[in-house]
């Protein structure tokens, strides 16, 4: 009779927000190609199906979290903070459970638990088995977190309040200002930090994940291995070594089509991520200004997006008669094929690192309006250090939304970025082909985990649901 093959398993723990559960997942099918067997364990509240692209991955909900009627109720950051709170002794019996239940051929390799669900890192502790952090942000605001961690609460909270002092460069930051910092638009400054002081502890992680590229951020990047006491591996962006669709909301495809009958590198694309907010005098002044403009665009309004209102339905008549002659409008979108697709000429975007990484992968430039956390440091590097987006600061109007379009696409700036964004999109591709710097490092650490030198560095801990070590 044949042996049968061993292969070792990942157990995989991800956020329940679009913009982490998707390079996640990411992560899980560059993973599964390398011979692992994958495991998601997830919440109840945004659980991703074994859809056909995840039919080979074994999902497990803790019982017992948060659900949605929690997350209207908290709001996003005090919904994680309670998520941490409750749910580390159940993810330790899921997880003991998981340990009793496997075989010689699927034993668990590794914990990889995505930064902001730090309550993980108690059970593999206790079971004796590597974990491993994952950040779905970049490095640069990887830093920024460890530096807000460490930050007097109070004295910070004076100087964001400080008009002058928000446009000062951060000490230590450059090129990053006080308000390009990554606070949050969902809760008090103390929580954040809290939270931070958090999510930057690695604990006795072995490792440390980060979806980036040395090509984008080599200092960022090596500024975190001079700090952290843990390797780090920039294995980005995940979106190119592992395609992996895992979008929790439908999309409307009906919008390929539109695009299909506009001109070459003519539209605006618009998708201000899964959480961002928008009031309706701002959406006003944006529809003003697409139309003056006079490029087609296509938007992804979200339903719940607009305070208050379902979808767009609270709109005022005049937005509708704005968007009609040139605009097209979805409630979500193939963002990777509408940003591949020849007719899109930039995108305006909230900044998030999925949906910059996406961006710089196709070589579309940025018209950026960040709306919270990490998205201010990515707004800044867009504009300040790659320089291939336009960024749009405080209030919104009209005019200021024209000649955001009309830079980007039809002057020369909007040239010379194209070509900037095109050459970043070149370093990306070859960092994730064979020999790049990304393909490279996700090797190592794929060769780390086969050769069981993460386990050597975990604390000798009990020994009862810990089998005898084998390679794949």
């Not at 993810?91 to 730090?118: R, S, T």
């Not at 990053?176 to 958090?198: C, H, N, Q, W």
């Not at 950026?368 to 867009?382: E, H, I, M, S, W």
Request: hydrophobic share 40%.
């Amino acid at each position: 009779m044949e042996e049968k093959r061993l292969k070792r398993r990942i157990v995989l723990v991800p956020v329940p927000a679009q913009g982490h559960v998707t390079p996640i997942m990411q992560l899980g099918k560059a993973l599964y190609s390398k011979g692992f067997s994958i495991t998601v364990i997830q919440t109840q509240y945004n659980r991703v199906s074994s859809s056909k692209e995840f039919s080979d991955f074994h999902f497990l909900t803790i019982p017992g979290s948060l659900t949605e009627s929690d997350l209207k109720n908290l709001g996003p950051l005090q919904f994680l903070m309670k998520l941490n709170q409750i749910c580390e002794a159940s993810f330790k019996n899921c997880l003991g459970q998981l340990l009793q239940e496997q075989g010689d051929h699927d034993e668990i390799a590794c914990v990889v638990y995505d930064e902001y669900m730090y309550f993980s890192a108690a059970a593999p502790k206790e079971f004796q088995l590597p974990s491993v952090v994952f950040s779905t942000t970049n490095a640069t605001a990887f830093v920024c977190r460890s530096v807000l961690a460490k930050v007097n609460a109070d004295n910070f909270l004076i100087d964001m309040k400080d008009p002058e002092v928000q446009d000062k460069l951060f000490p230590g930051l450059h090129p990053l200002r006080y308000k390009d910092l990554p606070t949050t638009a969902f809760g008090p400054l103390e929580s954040m930090i809290k939270v931070y002081s958090e999510v930057v502890n690695t604990r006795t992680a072995s490792a440390v994940i980060i979806n980036s590229a040395s090509c984008l951020e080599s200092s960022s990047l090596a500024r975190l291995q001079r700090e952290l006491q843990v390797r780090v591996y920039p294995i980005g962006p995940l979106h190119i070594a592992a395609s992996a669709p895992s979008s929790l909301l439908e999309e409307d495809r009906s919008c390929i089509e539109w695009l299909n009958k506009q001109k070459p590198r003519s539209v605006i694309y618009i998708s201000l991520g899964s959480l961002a907010l928008m009031e309706t005098k701002d959406m006003l002044e944006m529809a003003r200004g697409l139309s003056n403009s006079k490029q087609p665009f296509l938007w992804v309004i979200r339903p719940g997006s607009i305070p208050a209102s379902e979808w767009t339905e609270s709109l005022p008549e005049e937005f509708g008669k704005l968007v009609s002659e040139r605009g097209y409008i979805v409630k979500w979108a193939p963002q990777m094929e509408v940003l591949r697709h020849p007719a899109v000429g930039g995108f305006w975007s909230h900044c998030g690192w999925n949906s910059t990484l996406e961006s710089i992968g196709e070589g579309v430039p940025m018209i950026c309006r960040p709306f919270t956390g990490d998205q201010k440091v990515n707004a800044r590097y867009l504009e300040r250090v790659w320089r291939i987006g336009v960024q749009l600061e405080g209030e919104l109007e009209k005019e200021t939304v024209e000649r955001a379009v009309k830079r980007l696409i039809g002057d020369e700036e909007g040239a010379e970025m194209r070509k900037r964004v095109i050459d970043l999109k070149e370093k990306l591709e070859a960092s994730a082909r064979s020999g790049g710097s990304s393909f490279s490092s996700l090797e190592n650490f794929v060769n780390s985990l086969k050769t069981n030198n993460f386990r050597k560095q975990c604390p000798v801990q009990s020994q009862k649901c810990i089998r005898r070590d084998s390679s794949l």
